[in-house]
């Protein structure tokens, strides 16, 4: 859709051809995003090991991707990690920003990192970021700003410098450049003078180097473009073509074949070049990148190419045999048809007829995207029919010649046409078309119109000329025909003669014999029977295979197409073989299925968008050897444990496990997941998967596409799981294995069958002790006897002892309840005459009172001695009375349980007076008697009462001495 915009945009503006795709075989890029690799954005290095994995050094750790994974594994510290390498003692070496050190597998197999600079002096461990990593020897070297570490034997030795600006190999060198001394060569344990500061141009910086033929270089620079190294010496190698900036920022470059390389730049994406510097490929956004800023570039073990992006990983599948093609030019039409004609290619399609010139080169994909268009509208067909090159179109039949559309017959559209080579004397081509077969005959002055032959009037979209000229047709609804160029007879075949059915009949000529793919294989015309019957060459090939379309190629191979898919039959070897081309699946362009085989590098398959171009030799060359491992084994309970992850030994080794990893587990973990996955990046969905648990499977799983199995419930055994898998080709991987004990349950354990015979040994031993107490109790019987008498005789002795127990014990509590009764009347004795006193009390106030109503009422100035001296008599008597109602208030406290002091204590309000008169409200003594101990009138007992409730809180349907005595109540429980 991106392209199709630009296009338009382009085609106003009048700059189409500066965004033209600079060969028309598009390769397959696939993009990775931070979203799916779930890491950081920058990736500065990458490397695979010996099983095929990938491993990035990102912005958030190392990244490992094996193809249906990402594992991201950070650093101690979470920094930055700018460089990965594999040691000599495969060790995976990573350096961060003040960190260093390698990954290698634990006791479970899971990446750990082990860090080295515990080997550094203090003063030395602070260096930033680690930029280059190189193994050179056993040694290993990590390049800081102003240090170059070298790690050997177990100790690191120290290159200090202002600036470090690179480090790397040069010819089985290490060489490393100092921006004040020169590039320097690593020799004899110390750095010496290569290639002197004042030999380099003015800003020099290295970026990446690599081999450049038998004793050269490449070297990419920051500032200065590309340079070769031969010795010691640097030539300026000028990149030309596609308006290449020679002064751009250059970050990698690498080697991919003879006189071929990709150079990578910061800003304007990759460029391949050749030996003489021409660009021959730029490319960048346009071409599928995620962006233009590329760090570093790598080639795996499938020549396929890595990006390590500013943001994302890019896959490049480089050496893939299938390319799409569908320039801009083509509008995205369907194509049908293609036809090659002198040194021209010749694309029928839904929008149009296009021309391209072609170059005598072995694959035509890296032809250049020079396109030309002859005629716009819908065109089904192209082909040289006897050195003419014929064009069907929905518009007529024309011939192309000289760039240009002649037009034969346009009264209908055609689709197909063959030529009648048999007929002696005659130049006769048949054409099929909407309304039957058309025949043409063929002089000097043109196309001669020879008008329909026989009484077939369906359309003709599939035709064959069998050796007997007779024109073979087929309806996909209707059948099969024959047409008689001698009498134009025409006969119709079906079920009834034969085929599996009406259906779905195409008839293809293939081997020079005219064949039918049906609904169940090949069928072949019997002419002695007059009948169509299984052709037994193919029904060894293809068995019952439902068939849309057959094409033969010029080394005899047999293209097909069943269903959506695609595949070949291939003769190469003694026994055909069939090989399926699964890139292609649901991208051909179902019901007008065409192949166009123009030699084994050469093949042509139309699609719903444009083509598909299929290098079909280097397609078999690319069928490599599969691998598969087992990356993950977890053991589920309520948290999942892990118990194996990826690695058998070191990182770079293909080791298989040994007994001494073999775990036992406890019979709690006997829940087992396990992932697998196989590293082929550029056909990862074509890779199906079989797994076998054997002591528990019967037999190997269907084939499928989940990379992950789960055991649950496992009985107590020696288990081992294995995995294979198998690619579109069907060629199977070696087996990956991970065995595993799970050990019995506690009560199956050895220690539980020796608790188990201890238990029975002791049981027979308590059997016979119970025989032996049988036979003593049996003996005894009679003793028993005697003692329950004895017992019954005890029990009526102590029947009678407890009687006349009960009839003491009742004496004591009589006695004890009568003394109780005597306190209690004793102290109602004592509270009533605290309450006598307190009338007394009330008595003397009174006397008191009217003593100094008499001494006012005399009318004397100066009151007398004696008349004081008998007020104060009064007084002290008034003393003994507040002491006696202290002592009331202790005795009625003490028979009522405190109860003055827990009234106080919950409504704190309470005044004395209002105390007094609950404790005369629990006596039960009448308003009246209230009256004379408060010395108030009975009026003004009511109005006590009746603040006492406010007070207390008490509504009024609740009686004020019930409240009172269930708050006594509630005290004496």
């Known amino acids: 859709m991106f392209l199709r915009t630009v296009f338009i945009l382009l085609m106003l503006s009048g700059a189409q051809s500066l965004f033209s795709q600079t060969y028309i075989g598009q390769r397959e890029t696939v993009n990775f995003d931070k979203k799916q690799y779930n890491a950081g954005t920058q990736n500065w290095k990458i490397k695979q090991d010996t099983q095929g994995r990938v491993y990035f050094a990102n912005n958030e750790g190392v990244l490992v991707f094996d193809g249906a994974?990402?594992?991201?594994?950070?650093?101690?510290?979470?920094?930055i990690v700018r460089s990965i390498e594999f040691g000599k003692d495969k060790k995976l070496y990573a350096g961060g920003q003040d960190e260093m050190g390698y990954f290698s597998p634990g006791k479970n197999g899971q990446l750990a990192f082990t860090s080295l600079k515990s080997l550094l002096p203090k003063a030395d461990q602070n260096f930033s970021d680690i930029w280059d990593i190189v193994t050179y020897g056993d040694d290993v070297f990590f390049r800081a700003h102003d240090k170059i570490f070298r790690y050997s034997n177990n100790k690191i030795t120290i290159y200090n410098s202002s600036s470090w600006l690179f480090l790397g190999l040069y010819q089985?060198?290490?060489?490393?450049h100092d921006e004040q001394k020169g590039i320097l060569v690593f020799k004899n344990g110390s750095w010496q003078p290569?290639?002197?500061?004042?030999?380099l141009p003015k800003g020099f910086y290295i970026t990446n180097i690599c081999r450049f033929g038998e004793n050269s270089s490449l070297v990419t620079t920051a500032k200065n473009g590309v340079y070769i190294l031969s010795g010691n010496q640097l030539k300026y190698f000028k990149l030309s073509g596609f308006d290449t900036d020679n002064q751009q920022a250059f970050s990698a470059a690498i080697a991919i074949g003879d006189n071929n390389y990709l150079i990578s730049t910061y800003t304007n994406g990759i460029y391949q070049v050749d030996a003489n510097g021409t660009v021959i490929e730029k490319i960048s956004k346009k071409e599928g990148l995620q962006n233009t800023n590329v760090r570093c570039l790598f080639m795996d073990v499938n020549r396929n190419i890595w990006l390590g992006l500013d943001n994302g990983i890019d896959f490049i599948a480089f050496n893939n045999a299938v390319k799409h093609v569908n320039p801009l030019i083509f509008k995205d039409g369907s194509g049908f048809s293609i036809a090659k004609y002198n040194n021209d290619l010749y694309f029928s399609m839904s929008t149009g007829i296009f021309q391209l010139p072609i170059q005598d080169i072995g694959d035509l994909s890296y032809t250049k995207n020079d396109f030309k268009t002859l005629a716009d509208g819908l065109s089904w067909h192209l082909s040289v029919v006897n050195d003419d090159l014929l064009a069907g179109r929905d518009d007529g039949l024309f011939r192309i010649f000289n760039g240009k559309l002649q037009p034969i017959y346009n009264a209908t559209g055609f689709w197909l046409f063959e030529s009648l080579l048999n007929k002696p004397g005659t130049n006769l081509i048949a054409a099929g078309n909407y309304f039957g077969v058309r025949l043409f005959e063929r002089d000097a002055s043109g196309f001669i119109d020879k008008g329909n032959i026989g009484k077939y009037y369906e359309s003709a979209r599939f035709l064959a000329i069998d050796g007997e000229s007779n024109i073979w047709?087929?309806?996909?609804?209707?059948?099969?025909?024959?047409?008689?160029?001698?009498?134009s007879q025409v006969k119709m075949y079906t079920a009834a003669q034969g085929l599996p059915s009406a259906l779905n009949n195409f008839v293809f000529k293939i081997k020079n014999r005219v064949v039918v793919a049906t609904e169940k294989g090949i069928y072949e015309y019997n002419s002695a029977t007059d009948q169509f019957q299984p052709d037994e060459t193919y029904k060894n090939?293809?068995?019952t295979r439902s068939l849309r379309y057959l094409k033969e190629d010029p080394s005899g191979n047999i293209w097909f197409v069943q269903e959506k898919s695609i595949g070949v039959v291939d003769y190469a070897t003694s026994k055909p073989n069939i090989i399926y081309i699964p890139e292609l699946t649901n991208k051909i362009l179902s019901g007008f299925e065409n192949v166009y085989p123009i030699n084994d590098n050469n093949v042509f398959v139309g699609s719903e968008n444009g083509y598909y171009h299929v290098n079909y030799a280097?397609?078999?060359?690319?069928?490599?050897?599969?691998?598969v491992f087992i990356r993950k084994v977890k053991a589920i309970a309520g948290t999942d444990s892990l118990l194996f992850g990826g690695y058998f030994g070191l990182v770079n080794e293909d080791n298989k496990q040994t007994s001494s990893t073999t775990q036992a587990l406890s019979y709690l973990w006997n829940s087992l997941h396990f992932e697998y996955s196989s590293p082929i990046f550029e056909g990862q969905s074509n890779v199906s998967y079989s797994y076998y648990l054997d002591g528990f499977d019967k037999e190997w799983s269907a084939w499928s596409k989940k990379t992950e199995k789960d055991y649950t419930n496992l009985s107590a055994g020696t288990y081992t799981f294995k995995v294979k898998a198998r690619n579109h080709q069907n060629n199977e991987s070696p087996v990956s294995s991970y065995t595993f004990t799970i050990n019995p349950p506690w009560y199956l354990s050895i220690w539980a069958f020796v608790a188990y015979v201890m238990a029975f040994a002791y049981l027979l031993y308590f059997v016979y002790r119970l025989q032996e107490k049988r036979h003593i109790r049996n003996q005894e019987k009679e003793l028993l006897i005697q003692r329950q008498k004895n017992e019954e005789e005890q029990k009526q002795m102590a029947y009678l002892h407890q009687l006349e127990l009960e009839r003491s014990e009742k004496e004591v509590v009589k006695l004890k309840n009568e003394k109780l009764e005597s306190e209690i009347e004793?102290?109602?004795s004592e509270l009533a005459s605290s309450a006598m006193s307190l009338v007394q009390k009330k008595e003397f106030i009174l006397k008191v009172k009217d003593e100094l109503q008499r001494i006012n009422k005399s009318g004397k100035d100066v009151v007398e001695a004696v008349e004081i001296k008998k007020i104060?008599?009064?007084?002290?008597?008034e003393k003994k009375v507040n002491e006696e109602w202290e002592q009331f208030s202790i005795h009625f406290n003490k028979v009522h349980a405190d109860f003055l002091t827990v009234i106080k204590e919950r409504y704190p309000s309470i005044n004395q007076q209002e105390l007094k008169l609950s404790a005369y409200l629990i006596m039960n003594l009448s308003s009246k008697e209230i009256a004379q101990l408060m010395a108030i009138s009975v009026r003004g007992v009511e109005i006590s009462r009746y603040r006492l409730r406010k007070k207390l809180q008490i509504p009024t349907e609740i009686n004020l001495f019930e409240f009172l005595f269930d708050i006594q109540r509630e005290i004496m429980k």
């Open 618 to 627: 280097k397609y078999k060359q690319n069928i490599h050897p599969l691998s």
């Open 826 to 828: 004793f102290k109602n």
């Open 194 to 199: 290569f290639i002197e500061k004042k030999l």
């Open 541 to 543: 090939i293809f068995g």
């Open 172 to 176: 089985d060198q290490l060489i490393a």
């Open 69 to 79: 994974y990402w594992q991201l594994y950070p650093l101690p510290n979470k920094t």
């Open 473 to 487: 047709t087929s309806h996909p609804t209707r059948g099969v025909y024959k047409i008689s160029t001698d009498n």
């Open 872 to 877: 104060l008599r009064l007084l002290s008597e």
